[in-house]
């Protein structure tokens, strides 16, 4: 063991920053009409990353039926009683002081055909 001394030179301790990375298996999700969907995405990062959802380029707008859930380590979306009005495409932008990464994903809707309509 030696002695402790001063050091020349000041030491700034700066936390660990790792960019945020999402795992995700599968970027189409496809859930029949009138049945729950729910994607569970795990997320990784340091500091932990925010969570914006995007549908079709707008902000998601959450509902009774459309729910997010964020979490340290994931982040969730729920949809209940799916319908035909929730098939789009859906962004996840996750970001941190490290970095940011945007993750497309589609959710299709299998529903009956609706009625014919007029032919133009």
């Known amino acids: ?3 402790p001394r ?11 920053e790792i960019q945020p990375s999402v795992e995700l ?16 995405i795990p997320l990784r990062g340091r500091p932990s990353p925010s969570v914006v959802w995007k549908k079709d380029g707008e902000l998601l707008k959450q509902t009774t039926r459309v729910n997010v859930q964020t979490f340290k380590a994931s ?38 055909p609706g009625a014919p309509g007029p032919i133009c």
């Open 75 to 112: 982040t969730v979306l729920y949809i209940k009683e799916a319908a035909r009005e929730d098939v789009g495409n859906y962004e996840l932008l996750v970001s941190n002081s490290a970095g940011s990464i945007t993750v497309a994903i589609s959710i299709i809707v299998l529903d009956r």
């Open 25 to 40: 298996l599968f970027n189409t999700f496809s859930v029949k009409a009138g049945d729950d969907l729910k994607i569970d």
């Open 1 to 3: 063991k030696s002695d």
């Open 6 to 16: 001063q050091l020349g030179v000041p030491v700034i301790a700066k936390d660990i």
